[in-house]
Nanobody, 130 residues
């Protein structure tokens, strides 16, 4: 069974940076594309409230970003360490929320869209203060 564990969340001032990690286990990592989503504080985890942040193909060669983070965030992966990273720069208070890692089959990564698979991590909280 696939398991995803996020880490790296915390408290940071606006303009600062954080780096999140998502460690994968329970399967063959290179069979999966991986995405990051976030949910604003107070929102229940439901399809409409969950905002797409970034995604990466199994090889790491292609990436997608949500409009709100493009140019500030960078997603990457290490297929030896079974880990996906999300480097977040120039953080804003509106970036605050719980960040979730998602693993989906390779086909989850489309031309301009990432369709989340069934496997999610427990989330890590990011709080950006003004």
């Amino acid at each position: 069974q696939v398991q995803l564990v996020e880490s790296g969340g915390g408290l940071v001032q606006a303009g600062g940076s954080l780096s999140l990690s998502c460690t994968f286990s329970g399967g063959t990592f290179t069979y999966y594309a991986v995405g990051w989503f976030r949910q604003a504080p107070g929102k229940e985890r439901a399809g409409k409230e969950r905002e797409f942040v970034a995604a990466i193909t199994w090889s790491g060669r292609l990436t997608l970003y949500g409009d709100a983070v493009r140019g500030r965030f960078n997603i990457s992966r290490d297929n030896v360490k079974n880990t996906v990273f999300l480097q977040m720069n120039s953080l804003k208070p509106e970036d605050s929320g719980v960040y979730y890692c998602n693993a989906g089959p390779r086909s989850s990564f489309g031309m301009s869209l990432y369709n989340p698979g069934p496997d999610w991590g427990q989330g890590t909280l990011v709080t950006v203060t003004s």
